[in-house]
Structure formats: C-alpha cells, structure tokens
C-alpha cells in the first residue's frame, strides 16, 4: 500500500513540475508578438528569435539525459532546473537588446529542457511494466503548460506589457523549485556507476545501426507532422476564416487538453497491446485528419479537424518515447535526452517547413503534417518491433 502510494506521489509531483517548468517557454509563443512590437523586431528577427529559444533548449537534452543516468542524487539536479528555468526567464523579462534577449532565452530554456529527460528516465526505471502510462500522466502537466500557459498570457497583456507577463509566467516555476527542497528525498536514487567508454560505444552501436537511424527518422518525422500543425493552424483559423485570436486560441488549447487527457490511457494500451501497432494507427488516423482540413470547407470540420489531430499526435507521444527506450534497451535518462533532440531539434524543422509552403496556400501546411504522419507510419511498418513479452515489448534484432 506504501508503495504504491509512493508511485503516486512520484507521478503526481512529477506532472506538476512538468507543468512549472514547461509554464514560462509556453507563454513565449503569445509573448512574441509583443516583444517584436517593443523591441522593433521584423518578421524575421523574431522567427531568429525563437530558433535561438529553441536550439538553446535543445542543447541541453542529452546531457542531462545523461547525468541522469550517472549522478546518484538525482533530485537535486530535478530542483536545479527550477531555478534556472525560473531566473533565466526572469532575468530575460529585463533584456532591452535584441541578441541580449536572444541569449538569455536560449541559456533559461536550457534549465526547463533538462527537466524533461531526467523526470522521465527516472520514471522509466521507477515503472518499468508502465512505461507508456508513466510517460502519458507527466507528460499531462507539459501539454496543459502548452495550453493554459498560452492563455494566460494572452490574458495578462491584456493588462501588462510583455515584461510583466513574462514576470508572472516564472511564478509557478519558482514555486514548484521551493516545494522541491522538501521533495528531493523523494525522488528515488540512481544506482548506475561513473560513466564511462563503454556508455558512447554502446550508444553509438545502438543508434548508429540501421534499425536506430530509422527509430530516429520515424520520431524525428512524427514531430515534424505535429510541428506543422501547431505553428500554423492559429494563423490559418485568424487569416482565412475569419477567427479572433482568443477563439484560434481556445482551439489550439482545446485539441492539446485532449491529446494530455488521452496520453495515459494511450500509454496503457501501448503497454499492453503493443506500442508499434497503437503508433501506426494514430499516425495514419492523424494523417486523415490533417487531410481533410485541406479540403474542408465547412468551418465545424476544420476546427474539428484540426483538434483532431492535434489530439491524436500528442496522444500517441508518450508511446513513442517508450518505444525509444525499449529499443535501446538500458541507459534510459540518456535514450530519452538523445530522442528529445530528434523531437525538439530535428523534428522543429516542421514548423519552418510549414511556413515555407504556407507562402502559396496555408492549407498546404496541413496536407505537409498529413504527409509526415503518413511518412512515420510507413517507418515504424519497417521496424522489426516484437509484440509484448512478459509486460515488456522486444525488438527484433537486426
């Protein structure tokens, strides 16, 4: 009975830190617009501006991932990306000067990007039967930061400038870094040793094989499909038909509401009916989707269509990334920074793409996420991923 209450403990308090530190970096998207008009900003130096927040973030995944694997004290190092997520966005809210701005953005979304994968290594080896459901409850409390955070600050610029909303946004941060301190304790410790040669000659063996290249392209793809849709689909509810931007909004936060509420019963059916199966056919149904918001014309199908496959794509996310750790089979703090580079790095590439051929018609940009659905379904197809074992899944070696 302890234990299991302590599992829920763990989960609980997990989601909501996902929650907090994914809060500030969520709110950027709305802030944008408001920082480009304050600081004088063209088109382009803002779309630098949140490459550079992006890439910035990205730098910090597998390293972390890392460090979760070989350093024993591992709550310490989870309450650490509070305060750096929170004083980094904190002391940003400051900056007068574009690259000034650009910098300390990029260096705060580091302490929030190696939260992700030290709280789900850790959970991985906590629930080892349960992974795809452990995955889909923390990752609630990101998709919810993708939602409310969002809203809140368009809520707030209602109010205050951007520097202000952007103070307020760290608040949750910051207070989940002090509950933390009398949390850390409970964040069970790592018992891997130093690391070592071995670990980058097994990393490399294991990735750097056929099968690991097309893991990286399927989940790469897949974000990319997912990316699409998110960048575009507020322009293209506010330009082409007509939509406020707290209507695009509620829209936006709708689809990514239900893609966090689906997330753990996902998970558990990944869990226990495969996740290759569950993978493929959320890919194909989200391909659908994207689909016919290209060709709809009825308003009701496109908002419809467009929640859809948002929900579907952030549904099937948890499964994916224990699709990932099962692959490489050990090491799993280290798997999950290495697949949160594929994802946010490489998979970020959608959003650009999207925008490229939106120039023309921006309903080409769902047909280009239905592309990319299709296109990780047809990977994962290639992948020899065995059926479930005793609770866990197995990959066919090649």
């Not at 009916?273 to 014309?297: D, E, H, Q």
Request: net charge neutral.
């Amino acid at each position: 009975m302890t234990e299991n209450r302590d599992a829920r403990f763990l989960l609980g308090a997990f989601s909501l830190g996902h929650l907090a530190n994914d809060w500030p970096p969520c709110a950027i998207w709305i802030l944008a617009p408001a920082i480009a008009l304050s600081l004088d900003l063209s088109p382009a130096e803002l779309g630098l501006l949140i490459t550079i927040h992006s890439l910035g973030a990205s730098v910090a995944y597998l390293p972390a991932g890392m460090l979760t694997d070989h350093v024993s004290d591992r709550g310490r190092l989870l309450m650490l990306t509070f305060w750096w997520c929170g004083i980094g966005y904190l002391l940003a809210s400051f900056a007068n000067e574009f690259w000034v701005l650009a910098v300390l953005l990029a260096i705060a979304g580091m302490g929030d990007a190696a939260w992700h994968p030290m709280a789900t290594g850790v959970l991985v080896q906590r629930f080892p039967g349960r992974r795809g459901e452990a995955l889909g409850v923390h990752a609630m409390g990101g998709t919810l930061a993708e939602a409310v955070g969002p809203l809140t600050a368009g809520f707030l610029l209602g109010f205050v400038d951007w520097r202000t909303a952007l103070q307020i946004s760290v608040v949750p941060t910051l207070f989940m870094g002090v509950a933390f301190i009398w949390l850390v304790r409970r964040v069970p410790m790592s018992t891997t040793g130093r690391l070592d040669s071995g670990d980058f000659i097994h990393f490399a063996r294991v990735w750097g094989r056929l099968m690991g290249l097309t893991v990286v392209a399927m989940i790469a793809v897949y974000h990319m499909g997912l990316m699409a849709i998110l960048s575009m689909s507020a322009l293209f509810l506010q330009s082409e038909h007509g939509f406020s931007a707290w209507q695009a909004g509620l829209v936006f936060a709708g689809g990514l509401l239900l893609g966090s509420l689906i997330q753990p019963l996902v998970g558990r059916w990944s869990d226990t009916s495969g996740r290759k199966k569950i993978f493929i056919g959320g890919a194909i149904l989200a391909s659908a989707f994207s689909m016919t918001v290209s060709f709809a014309s009825s308003e009701v199908i496109i908002v419809a269509g467009i929640a859809a496959a948002m929900t579907v794509l952030m549904g099937i996310r948890s499964g994916v990334l224990a699709f990932a750790v099962e692959y490489a089979g050990k090491r799993e703090g280290t798997t999950l920074g290495f697949v949160f580079v594929a994802m946010d790095g490489i998979g970020s590439v959608g959003a650009v793409l999207a925008g490229i051929v939106g120039e023309w018609d921006l309903r080409n940009c769902f047909m280009l996420a239905a592309g990319f659905s299709l296109l990780s379904s047809l990977l994962a197809c290639a992948i020899p991923f065995a059926a479930q074992r005793g609770g866990h899944s197995e990959f066919v070696s090649d």
